[in-house]
């Protein structure tokens, strides 16, 4: 039944997932001819243009995913997904993995159509994009980009749960008064609390990386306390932190469970359709 809800989910949401990054790419890649083209005048817009579209790719289908749960959840649809017998944690399951899957796949799209606008740089500048790469490629370092690809699919994986879990809960009898509103406002109040959360474990729980000097990449038991009361105390701009509390991890992961069980008894137990 999960492998069946799975590929309705990808039935239902195909046709404007595909519409939407595939007119995202076009202009992308329209805009990036420009520019390695050297078109007097526009190649520069047309460069600053197919950045900022590949790049919206991702939120782009995260926004279109956020309406195809509330109107197949709690909208017009709503009374047709929940005669489906199965139980409501199963339907919240299937259409969060769906969504995590739909969002790294943009994700992985949106890496692809940035890599073409750094070979469409090169060439607008007249230099060979390998060498360009190349360039990247040596001044990064390599547990960098691990830690940047790993924080990225914990973010919207958080994303995900956290935001369908809030617009079953805002959908809830006691809520739905509100409509959309719910949701939203909830979101407000989620996101200052999951800010001092997150804040607070950075700075104490003792799980940390280092990012600056020879040993950096190196996990360490350390948070960022230290560095934050040295900063307080030493004048703007003199303090650099070396480590990099990781504390949010944990508490990302906690939140997110925590939320996701939360939806699912939202769907299983409170759904109210007007």
């Known amino acids: 039944m999960i492998g069946t809800l799975f590929a309705q989910e990808y039935r239902a949401t195909r046709k ?5 990054v595939g007119i995202a790419l ?7 001819a420009v520019a390695a083209l050297r078109v007097p005048v526009v190649g520069d817009l047309g460069l600053a243009l197919g950045f900022v579209t590949t790049a919206a790719i991702t939120p782009a289908v995260l926004g279109m995913l956020v309406e195809n749960y509330w109107r197949t959840m709690y909208g017009r ?15 919240f399951t299937v259409k969060v993995l769906y969504a995590i899957v739909a969002a790294f796949v ?19 500048q007249g230099r060979a994009p390998g060498q360009t790469l190349t360039d990247i490629a040596t001044g990064v370092q390599p547990w960098m980009v691990w830690f940047v690809v790993a924080a990225l699919v914990l973010q919207i994986a958080f994303l995900v749960i956290v ?9 809830e009898a006691r809520f ?28 104490l729980i003792p799980v940390g990386i280092v990012f600056t000097g020879p040993e950096a990449g190196r996990l360490v038991p350390q948070s960022m306390l230290a560095d934050f009361i040295d900063a307080l105390g030493a004048p703007a701009g003199t303090a650099t932190p070396h480590v990099l509390g990781l504390g949010f991890v944990i508490t990302s992961i906690l939140i997110a469970a925590l939320m996701a069980w939360r939806g699912g008894r939202s769907v299983e137990r409170h759904t109210s359709l007007r």
Not at 163 to 171: D, E, N, R, T, V
């Open 26 to 32: 076009l202009v992308a890649v329209g805009s990036f």
């Open 16 to 20: 404007n997932l595909f519409t939407g």
């Open 163 to 171: 935001g369908a879990a809030l617009m079953s809960i805002g959908a």
């Open 106 to 124: 943009a994700l992985v799209v949106t890496g692809i159509g940035l890599l073409g606008g750094i070979v469409a740089f090169s060439l607008s």
């Open 176 to 203: 739905n008064h509100l409509g959309f509103g719910a949701p939203v406002l909830g979101g407000i109040l989620f996101y200052v609390v999951a800010q001092i959360v997150t804040f607070a474990a950075i700075l």
């Open 77 to 91: 649809e709503g009374y047709f997904t929940m005669t489906i017998p199965v139980r409501g944690r199963t339907l």
